[in-house]
């Protein structure tokens, strides 16, 4: 684990020193944050690149340490060297200063961030429980995940999965995004074990996330409480789920320990029901790793947009010019009022590159563009949001230059990754867009849905964008033109079904949820500065937007629930199949989500259906031969043969699903058996 840790502060520090070439007076708290996400997803990449030629190898892994010390190079320049030392030594000196004066500690920043560390801790730790008899999960919505990603995981750190296919359905090529997975399978290379792998990313991305957030908001809507805000109300999204909790506290005739059991785990999606609108932690940050980074990875190309936007260029000329030029003489006093970006936020006085031939502006693009060509195989929503929205921006603001940069950039990083995960691949594109009005409504009407999963949340949006009183415009108008396009992610969602399982569309709807944030906590800052009953009024409608989340998330830290996914004689079997079949052996098992072979990096012939199905795979004629094989059909020895099964596996798990011929198996070799599981080797002619 020592060794992952080491990996991580490797990568956080490149991506750190990278953040000099082009984000000009960024806090050195923001430049970590950012440097952390750039960090790993370069180190994924780039590790992916060299084990795909060198397998999971020390070597590959050396290699791939090597490119991220490149940005070293960066303190060849004398300048950004003085820079980096002048932020290093002013961090030190604000840390040391609070120790030993804690009263001049920023008690509401500091405040923020423990507790937002304390309970990302716990509900991360909670995503993956080892105990005596197993391995559970505290988190329902992870249930189904977490057996996939660790199929994952173990397909590249122990099963030697180059080129990829698919983990639970072999034979295919694998275009789940799997560089989150793939890093830590690094780590597992590296020493640590399953969990650990998991934590140790999961905690570092999930922290500089929120670090991200804040910083975003500080820049568009230059007020240190919405810039607070903000994050808390990404992450404690929800609807009108805890009317749910308050019916069932009134009519609670049990003790408060009895009452707190009987509580489902989410207010924000239930199963069987119309509440869908999942709260991010329990429903997509933890169980969907891939999201976890995706996120960051765009608010960093969004913020450096806005940034870019802003600044403008030196160059600007016309009636467009003049009109930023206006902009930024009506925000000039609010920019000189604006503090720090965080409690640890270094002022520079230095240009990045004071004789570099690019504008600032087109610096800022281009690595948002970067960042960007990560996305495809980190997040792919997340790709397809950011270079949709940033289409639509760009036609909104016509400053070509910086736009064109961008779009290059990110296509020249990103199309190599694009090909290579669409070429040859087995998905059926056709099942993946339909038309398909409100989302995952069912039969409920339309509005009435989307009031009761998003709550007030709809109406503040709109009442931050026509906001007018002395001031003027809550929203001014480069802000208005910004946003305006990532309604887009609402829209479209509501009317076209953008993956096999409609839930699925969450993934670009949550882009919407995210970048209203801002506009909603301005606009409840600014209720909460007019004081009195506008005041209560802003507690109430923040507590109204947050109650769901906070009572899913609640449930999660505080509730010791948990929810086995493998026994322990599943474990010890998987390491018998680790010790006694070779890495890419294809082993046949029952198509079920929690398969002791998922933790052994062996191949699967097929796995649980409906991850395979919102793979846009066709898996029905597999299962079928699966399931006939097991009941010793006439033809069962030719579709082993046709597939190259080399082990088959008989346990509770097949039994429980499917009719097992123990006499057909009888002729084929015992490899060894783990209470009740047991390993067949399958002897072809």
């Known amino acids: 684990m020592i060794i992952s840790l080491a990996l991580v502060l490797l990568a956080t520090a490149s991506g750190t020193l990278a953040s000099y070439l082009y984000d000009e007076g960024a806090a050195f708290a923001a430049r970590l944050c950012a440097g952390a996400c750039i960090g790993i997803a370069v180190l994924g990449l780039v590790g992916f690149i060299f084990a795909s030629f060198l397998g999971l190898t020390p070597l590959a892994i050396l290699l791939t340490l090597a490119v991220l010390t490149l940005p070293l190079l960066a303190l060849r320049n004398p300048h950004r060297k003085a820079l980096v030392q002048h932020d290093l030594a002013a961090t030190y000196s604000k840390i040391r200063l609070a120790l030993l004066h ?125 810039a607070v805000l903000t994050p808390v109300l990404v992450l404690l999204n929800g609807g009108f789920g805890w009317v749910l909790f308050w019916n069932a506290a009134t009519q609670n005739q049990n003790s408060l320990s009895g009452f707190l059991k009987s ?25 969907q790793r891939g999201f976890l980074l995706g996120l960051p990875l765009a608010v960093i190309v969004f ?27 009506k925000h000039k006093t609010a920019r000189k009022a604006q503090v720090k970006e965080s409690t640890t936020a270094v002022s520079s006085n230095f240009p990045l590159l004071p004789h570099s031939p690019i504008p600032l502006s087109v610096r800022r693009m281009i690595a948002a563009g970067v960042v960007a060509g990560l996305l495809p195989l980190v997040h792919a929503h997340s790709f397809v949001v950011v270079m949709a929205v940033g289409a639509c921006i760009a036609l909104l603001q016509r400053r070509w ?63 931050a964008l026509l906001w007018r009183d002395k001031k003027g415009s809550l929203i001014p108008r480069p802000l208005l033109l910004f946003f305006l396009p990532f309604t887009l992610c609402f829209i479209v969602p509501n009317i076209l079904k953008m993956a096999p399982w ?13 970048a209203s944030a801002p506009l909603v906590a301005l606009l409840l800052a600014r209720l909460w500065r007019q004081g009195n009953v506008k005041r209560v009024v802003a507690i109430v409608l923040l507590a109204s937007i947050t109650a769901a989340g906070a009572l899913d998330v609640a449930s999660i830290v505080l509730r010791s ?107 084929f070799e015992i490899v060894g058996e783990v209470g009740g599981y047991r390993l067949y080797k399958i002897t072809q002619p």
């Open 401 to 463: 230059r910086a736009w064109i940069a961008f779009g290059v950039v990110a296509s020249l990083v990103a199309l190599p990754q694009m090909w290579w995960s669409t070429h040859h691949s087995a998905v059926d594109a056709a099942k993946f867009f339909e038309w398909q009005y409100g989302w995952d409504r069912g039969k409920e009407e339309a509005i009435w849905f989307w009031i009761k999963n998003s709550g007030f949340f709809i109406p503040l949006t709109v009442a």
């Open 263 to 287: 509580l489902p785990p989410s207010f924000t999606v239930i199963p069987e029901t119309t509440w869908r609108w999942g709260n991010a932690v329990s429903a997509l940050l933890i169980p």
């Open 561 to 667: 629930t948990t929810y086995q996914v493998f026994d322990s004689s599943g474990i010890q079997f998987a390491e018998l199949i680790k010790q006694q079949t070779q890495p890419r052996a294809l082993v046949m098992h029952a198509p079920v989500h929690n398969h002791p072979v998922f933790l052994t990096g062996r191949r699967s012939l097929m796995g649980y259906p409906g991850h395979i199905w919102t793979h846009g795979l066709d898996f029905v004629e597999r299962e079928s031969e699966i399931r006939r094989v097991y009941a010793g059909a006439p033809d069962a020895g030719t579709i082993l043969r046709k597939y190259g099964v080399a082990y088959a596996v008989v346990s509770p798990l097949e039994r429980n699903i499917m009719n097992v011929n123990e006499q057909f198996f009888s002729k």
């Open 502 to 514: 409609i839930w699925d569309n969450i993934k670009v709807l949550f882009y919407w949820w995210l």
């Open 102 to 226: 804690p009263s001049r500690i920023p008690l509401g920043y500091a405040s923020f961030y423990i507790v937002v560390a304390l309970i990302l801790w716990r509900a991360f730790q909670r995503a993956m429980i080892e105990l005596p008899d197993g391995i559970y999960t505290g988190v329902l919505n992870n249930f189904g995940d977490l057996p996939f990603h660790l199929s994952v995981i173990t397909s590249f750190a122990y099963g030697n999965n180059f080129l990829p296919e698919d983990p639970t359905y072999a034979g295919v090529r694998f275009t789940y995004p799997f560089l989150t997975d793939f890093v830590s399978a690094i780590f597992v290379r590296c020493g640590a074990n399953l969990r650990q792998s998991m934590f140790i990313e999961n905690f570092v991305v999930a922290i500089a996330f929120v670090g991200l957030l804040h910083r975003w908001a500080l820049t568009m809507v230059r007020d240190r409480f919405a």
């Open 303 to 329: 913020t450096q947009w806005w940034l870019a936007t802003e600044q403008g260029d030196p160059g600007d000329k016309g009636e467009q010019g003049k009109r930023r030029k206006g902009n930024r003489e």
